[in-house]
């Protein structure tokens, strides 16, 4: 895995790019310390940082373009975090600057979207606080150029997908959903920290310049220990197989921080963390192995979860599991999978974030309802909205010539290389989510009215819906632009190398036509259930395969009767042990004492005769004494 | 300019005066302890800022009087690294709680005068300046027991419910290790026979290791129940429970300091062998500590409790780090203690005025606050992600150097104690989630916001977190010189990686 | 024949010691006092004859003066007692108790 | 030899006499056992080569100190015998096991001593001719300072008995004024009638009769009526006898 040196001192945009991350900071601090005063212009002010940020990473990606592929690595030196650890810095390469561009891009128009979304929100100001935060925080992530900045990055976006889903802090349900999903990430950051502590143990350097030199001479052992470390941290922040319970109550959140967090940015962290450490990953095999296994079991999972959720940001949810497991496998296969993840991973933030913003717009109409059931029939209201969902919709299933086409087909290819079971199992997964997407679709835009009395859909206001056109132009042309010519491998080369041989894009091939037909079969399938036919109100018994989806494969019954049920009990035995054995062994000696001290009191009882009784036994034992002694 | 003997007599002078001052002046009092303790904060900053960290003496500012010439008691006062950064500690700290306990002294339940405890507010304040400047052990002793006299008195009179009990228990717990720990400093000075009590001499000076593990033991309990680790802890909950919110901080952010303090500089170097030989219990007590308090305090139903048992969770990090014997884990262990006084001391704050305004120590009586009082809740949920080290802000650099220099070492404690991490994000969140989120619990409707004496009190606390968060080098630059002198006493293999990467990367700069 | 003597004396002296825990009478507990003393005084004399000088002999003539002396004081605070208490018994008297 | 004989015979009634002293239910029988053991101690001084001293024994101590026993038995009441009945629980159980271990050891101590025959005063008392003389030049030369302190010590015991004994007068001494103005305030200002008075027989222990010929409680003796209520020396007729049963009753309550 050959990469280009990293140039120190970067001078022009790049030079300046700790600027993405300190304005949208600025903002932020802004509008939290401002408070009211801040609330007439303060989401505009939000918007203007979100945009400013773009503008610079658009400049560093400009003045990137014109430096060859040898000078495109670029340290921005900052300041001396932990003397003699972490000198924090910015690391500008190809695959931190698409990051950026994706981060900032979409960020900007979902906080475009959110304008309209907020509107009538009196707590308008702080959320734009927040997602300001959010950028930034994941900006840092991005382009730090060691590991404890990305650690800083990874727990700042933590807490703020924490504030963001908790943002309206007075449902219960969102407090808990948020609590669960910052307690959840933190386990994921424990295994994180402790990548981070052997590789520090291991290196003596948390930098990914000089550790990626040395990566491949540390002993195997330490290596996949590493490997699997940092794995944990990412399936933790990517809500991958183990750790993936959060991410459907996350839905809790208001739709733009759906959108935004829980599809195009935050979730694809993990993602970000595999690739970034690929040069750790490809020296221990085994690990990169694990990887693609995770990858492909959550796919797995989120495919089946997706066609169980009658809530249509929970089915979105579900797909997002899925698609992030695609970019895992993805980033599991090696220097090959790398540029397919990151396309898949660009592609997928655009129409992913399509469809979140046009279910949020589908909920804004319906005056907030969720339940697809009480959907149907909205493609003739809401033309604009159901023509973007649609985009998003055949971008995802892999619509031939449409961007999820060429990134999933790429991903499903490399894999059939790399292992065929895996290969299949990801064709399978696709079939499946032509289903649940066309499910999705179907309920919601075709088939009767469900709606309840008092709805009247309309379409949103434009501020909401250019958002929703400009993402949706993006999943069309993004796909072919990226893959074709394998232009994203060669430009991400210089970051994360590249295969020996290229992997031209050949459709015809006996998988990508298989994917094709599966697709087909599964979108039918959705059509006779849910287009055509009567969809029920009301949710009907649906057989042991259903209840099983509908209960996320009993993730959250499983983490509540390991962890969080002998958890509680731990607790209560420990507050009783404190209270009983510590505390009880330290008041039972006072008492003791106190006791003794009582007992000892009664033999002062007034009687002369007792004293002198006292008196003569002690002279005798001085005489006995006396004796002994006399006697020695 | 004998910078430290001042440091310390203003306070005893202020606290003198504020307790001749007539019956009925309590506005003066409060006003009066203000002004001296913001004095003593000037002071300590001009005697900061002339502090040179790379200087080779040992301690800076040193002034040694003759004290007790028979017995080789010397005045001595001194400064290193270390040293100054607890005391800086503790001179921002003071301010801070006077201004939060303005109310506090003069609340129904108090039968004592407020004069009486604003005194004895600065009395603490100059033995706390003392125990931290002491270079002779004997007068590091003396300001060690006379240090409990103050904050019994302070909890004991103005305390909750069952003051009497916290305070007494508080006091004997202490004094049972402070005696301990005087039949190890008499058995030090004659054991050494140097003929002094000065710290710098006595260095090196027991070499026979059956007595420097029996002296080790009698300093380390003593310290072991001040900073508390596991199973000496029950009084801190007790006392800090019941203690008002101001002496709280004061007890558990810079009192039980000095235990890990008194470890870190007497421990480590006057028995460096029975140190490295007793590591391995400290370092299985530390992690108990850790993982027990963490658990523990995801149990309790009163909020001052509770945020008592986080810190023992957090004293265990500062021990395994001091007995870790690393560069990075001492200094990283130096630092959480500066940290923690100020992050724990907000926390205690925050309590105290919510427990101020509704008048319980319950959590299942709050909820909702996040509603009525939003900056209250606000400066709640910034404490709270600094009690749970979040990056971006002070406790998360400490913990990460405590973990990591330990993790240079000894490697399964570390793993254990990385766990107290997650722990510790429960017991915060679910802490703000109990008092702030949620449907408006009905009592706690009219709760108004802070006033601004309050965010007087808070916002310099949360800017310091926050700051020394992102920037935490100036302070690192003045532990890290004196924590390696430390360590060079201890004689401890320097650590090494198994690869070591080359640190500079090596691309010619444009 | 001294050991015969001092046998006595302690005999005597046990006597005296017995009586004074057994009787409640303050009178019969005081003489029994002045019982040990003689008996200490009859050691006394004895060894005086054992070692050959007189400081036994002296030593006995200050125990009798002290004695006498307690006796005097003695008995004035039994009549004080008894005048207030109308009683001469010593277990009456046990107000400076726990 | 007489020597050993007066021991024995002496030994014996001396210790005889002190379980006499602790035993006896009176207190007077007591006070003359103790008597008994000073005398045979004084007779054993004097066998031990200490005339002075068994002279001192019996004049000073048997006669003075003893007398005061008696005197104080007399002012508390002679016959105020006190029941033998243990009130402490375990008391005499205990005292006879700490006396007797006291006695056995100090006996084994003394047992076991080797003792050389007594070398007798003989040689001391020669110098200064005589146990006396030689006793005063001792206490005049060696001890003269002890004696000072010692007369010092009996001037205090003394003046203490003086003070502890004394009574301060709460109220003025009742003068004649005073004495009569309060008989003509009292009920009878006429005096109270003498014992015996319009009595058939005029001994002490008759109650007085008034001249309605009602009985006057004030005339019964306490001591008297007590003791012969104890002993039964009633008189016949049952009136007075009446009268001597409830002034005791009256006076035990």
């Known amino acids: 895995m050959e990469t280009a040196e990293i140039i120190q001192g970067a001078g022009g945009a790049i030079g300046a790019s700790w600027l ?167 386990v994921g950051d424990f295994g994180l920290a402790i990548g981070i502590f052997t590789i520090w143990t291991t290196f003596g350097s948390v930098a990914y310049g000089p550790v990626f030199e040395v990566a491949g001479e540390a002993d195997q052992g330490v290596l996949t220990a590493i490997g699997l470390l ?257 232009r994203l491998m060669l430009f991400l080369a210089p970051a994360v190398g590249r ?72 607790t209560r035995i420990a507050v009783f042990f404190d209270n009983r054995a510590v505390d009880g062994l330290v008041n039972g000696l006072a008492a003791g004492i106190g ?36 006697t020695l | 300019m004998p910078w430290l003997s001042i440091l310390i007599a203003v306070p005893v002078l202020g606290s003198v005066g504020v307790a001749l001052l007539p019956k009925g002046a309590d506005k003066l009092a409060k006003q009066l302890t203000l002004a001296v303790s913001l004095i003593v904060l000037g002071l300590t900053i001009a005697m900061a800022v002339q502090f040179s960290p790379g200087s080779t003496d040992r301690f800076q500012f040193a002034e040694t009087y003759r004290w007790i010439p028979s017995f080789g008691v010397h005045f001595g006062v001194g400064v290193d690294g270390i040293a100054l950064v607890l005391i800086a500690l503790s001179a921002v700290l003071v301010p801070i709680v006077v201004l939060a306990s303005w109310h506090d002294a003069d609340a129904p339940t108090a039968k004592r005068s407020v004069k009486a405890y604003f005194s004895l507010l600065l009395l603490l304040e100059a033995m706390m300046v003392g125990v931290f400047a002491a270079t002779d052990v004997f007068l590091f002793y003396v300001f060690f027991e006379a240090m409990l006299i103050p904050m019994y008195f302070m909890i004991g009179s103005y305390g909750g419910a069952q003051r009497s009990y916290a305070a007494v228990k508080f006091l004997l717990y202490s004094l049972f290790g402070g005696l301990l720990m005087l039949v190890a400093v008499i058995a030090l000075y004659v054991i050494a026979d140097k003929g002094t009590f000065m710290f710098p001499e006595l260095i090196g000076a027991i070499t026979d290791p059956a007595t420097q593990k029996w002296l080790f033991l009698g300093f380390f309990i003593a310290f072991a129940i001040k900073a508390p680790l596991w199973p000496f802890h029950t009084w801190l909950p007790d006392a800090a429970a019941q203690a008002p919110a101001g002496a709280a901080v004061l007890l558990v952010g810079v009192l039980d300091k000095v235990g890990t303090y008194g470890m870190l500089r007497f421990c480590l170097e006057l028995f460096p062998d029975a140190s490295k030989f007793f590591t391995p219990l400290v370092l299985v007590l530390s992690v108990v500590g850790i993982v027990y308090g963490a658990i523990v305090a995801i149990g309790q139903t009163d909020m001052k409790r509770l945020i008592a048992y986080t810190s023992i969770s957090h004293f265990g990090f500062i021990a395994m780090g001091v007995f870790a014997m690393t560069a990075n884990a001492a200094s990283g262990a130096t630092l959480y203690m500066v940290n923690h006084g100020f992050s724990t001391g907000a926390l205690f704050l925050i309590a105290g005025f919510l427990i101020y305004r509704r008048g319980s120590h319950h959590i299942q009586d709050y909820g909702g606050v996040q509603k009525v009082a939003p900056v209250l809740a606000g400066t709640f949920l910034v404490a709270g992600l600094s009690g749970l080290a979040l990056p971006g802000l002070s406790t998360f650099v400490s913990e990460f150097m405590v973990l990591i220099g330990t993790y240079e070492r000894y490697v399964v404690p570390a793993i254990i104690a990385t766990s107290g991490v997650v722990l510790a994000a429960i017991y915060i969140l679910w802490m703000y989630q109990r008092v702030a989120n949620g449907p408006t619990a009905e009592k706690v409707q009219g709760m108004r916001d802070l006033d601004s004496r309050e965010k007087w009190v808070i916002v310099p606390l949360l800017a310091l977190i926050v700051a020394l968060g992102f920037f935490p080098k100036p302070i690192l630059d003045v532990i890290n010189p004196a924590v390696d002198k430390t360590l060079a006493n201890v004689s401890v293999t320097e650590f090494k990686p198994a690869v070591p990467a080359v640190a500079e990367p090596k691309g010619a700069g444009e | 024949m001294t050991t015969h003597y001092l046998v006595l004396s302690v005999l005597l002296f046990t006597i005296g010691a017995v009586g004074v825990l057994i009787r409640r009478n303050a009178i019969v507990a005081f003489m029994c006092v002045e019982l040990m003393l003689n008996a200490c005084n009859l050691a006394f004399v004895t060894f005086a004859r054992q070692h050959g000088n007189l400081d036994g002999q002296i030593i006995a003539f200050f125990v009798m003066v002290v004695a006498a002396a307690e006796v005097v004081v003695g008995l004035a605070i039994i009549v004080t007692i008894f005048r207030t208490r109308r009683s001469a018994s010593i277990d009456d008297a046990n107000l400076l108790k726990y | 030899m007489g020597e050993t004989i007066t021991f024995w015979v002496l030994a014996v009634v001396s210790v005889s006499a002190a379980l006499g002293l602790v035993f006896s239910r009176k207190a007077v029988y007591s006070a003359l056992m103790l008597g008994a053991v000073m005398l045979s101690l004084a007779v054993l001084y004097a066998v031990q080569d200490a005339p002075f001293l068994a002279a001192v ?165 306490r001591v008297i009526a007590r003791h012969e209520a104890e002993e039964g020396g009633l008189p016949e007729d049952p009136k007075l006898a009446e009268a001597i049963r409830q002034a005791v009753e009256e006076e035990s309550k």
């Open chain 1, 230 to 486: 940092l794995l944990l941290g990412a399936c933790g922040k990517s809500a991958q197989l183990p750790l993936q319970s959060w991410l459907l109550d996350a839905m809790e959140g208001p739709t733009p921080v759906s959108a935004l967090i829980h599809a195009a940015t935050m979730v694809t962290a993990g993602v970000y963390l595999v690739v970034r450490s690929g040069a750790i990953f490809e020296a221990a095999s085994t690990a990169q192995f694990v990887v693609t296994i995770v990858g492909v079991a959550t796919l797995l999972a989120g495919a089946i979860i997706g066609c169980a959720k009658d809530d249509i940001k929970k089915a979105l949810a579900g797909s997002t599991m899925s698609q992030i497991g695609y970019m895992m496998l993805a980033a599991g296969l090696g220097p090959v999978g790398y540029a397919f993840a990151i396309a898949h991973l660009i592609t997928h933030g655009f129409f992913k974030a399509n469809m979140f913003l046009g279910a949020g717009s589908v909920m804004h109409a319906m005056n907030d309802e969720v339940d697809m059931r009480k959907y149907g029939g909205l493609f003739s209201v809401m033309k604009v909205t159901a023509i973007t969902f649609g985009i998003g919709y055949l971008a995802i299933i892999g619509f031939p010539l449409l961007s999820g086409y060429f990134t999933k087909d790429g991903i499903i290819e490399s894999a059939m290389h790399v292992n065929p079971v895996l290969g299949w199992l990801a064709v399978a997964g696709a079939g499946i989510t032509g289903f649940y997407m066309s499910r999705v679709m179907f309920m919601t835009f075709f088939g009767k009215r469900r709606w309840a009395p008092d709805a009247h859909p309309h379409e949103s206001p434009a501020v909401m819906t250019i958002p929703l056109v400009i993402l949706s132009i993006g999943s069309v042309f993004l796909g072919a632009y990226l893959i074709l010519g394998n």
């Open chain 4, 57 to 221: 024994q019996i004049i000073v101590y048997t006669g003075a100190v003893m007398m005061l026993f008696l005197f104080v038995l007399m002012l508390v009441g002679v016959d105020s015998s006190d029941s033998l009945v243990e009130t402490i629980r375990g008391q005499r159980l205990w005292a006879m096991i700490a006396g007797l271990g006291f006695a056995v050891l100090v006996a084994l101590a003394v047992g076991n001593l080797v003792v050389a025959p007594p070398t007798g005063l003989a040689g001391a008392t020669q110098g200064a001719g005589g146990n006396v003389p030689a006793i005063a030049e001792l206490i005049f030369t060696r001890h003269v300072f002890a004696f000072e302190v010692a007369s010092a010590l009996l001037i205090t015991a003394a003046l203490a008995a003086m003070v502890l004994a004394h009574r301060e007068r709460s109220r003025p001494k009742p003068t004649q004024k005073v004495l009569a103005r309060a008989r003509f305030l009292s009920d009878h200002p006429s005096p109270l009638p003498g014992p015996g008075t319009y009595a058939r027989n005029n001994a002490v222990d008759m109650p007085a009769l008034l001249p309605d010929g009602s009985i006057s409680e004030l005339s019964v003796n």
């Open chain 1, 499 to 570: 295969p020996a041989d290229l992997p031209g894009f050949h459709p015809f091939s006996a998988p990508g036509l298989t994917t094709l037909a599966l697709v087909a079969v599964g979108a039918a399938i959705a059509w006779a259930k849910y287009g055509r036919a009567e969809v029920p109100q009301v949710a009907p018994r649906g057989s042991f395969l259903t209840t099983f989806a509908r209960r996320d494969l009993y993730g959250d019954a499983l983490n509540e009767s390991l962890f969080m049920r002998p958890g509680q009990w731990l």
């Open chain 1, 595 to 630: 006791g003794t001290s009582g007992r000892m009191r009664r033999l002062q009882n007034g009687f002369v005769r007792s004293y002198a009784l006292s008196i003569l036994f002690g002279a005798a034992m001085v005489v006995g004494a006396l004796l002994y002694v006399g």
């Open chain 1, 20 to 186: 993405m991350i300190a304005l949208p900071l600025l903002g932020a601090a802004i509008l939290l310390l401002g408070g009211r005063r801040t609330n007439g212009w303060g989401h505009l002010l939000g918007v203007a940082m979100s945009l400013g940020a773009f503008v610079v990473a658009v400049l560093s990606f400009v003045q990137m373009l014109g430096l060859d592929d040898s000078r495109r690595r670029q340290a921005v030196e900052l300041f001396d975090f932990i003397p003699g650890m972490v000198k924090m810095g910015l690391l500008i390469d190809p695959l931190s600057i698409s990051f950026a561009l994706l981060i900032t891009g979409v960020g900007s128009l979902i906080h475009i979207y959110s304008i309209g979304y907020m509107s009538h929100d009196p707590d308008r100001r702080r959320f734009f606080a927040y997602l300001n935060l959010f950028v930034a925080a994941m900006l840092l992530l991005v382009l730090a150029d060691n590991y404890v900045g990305l650690y800083i990055g990874w727990e700042g976006v933590g807490l703020a997908s924490y504030l963001l889903i908790g943002f309206w802090q007075h449902k219960p349900s969102a407090a808990t959903a948020a609590k669960k999903a910052f307690i959840v990430n933190r």
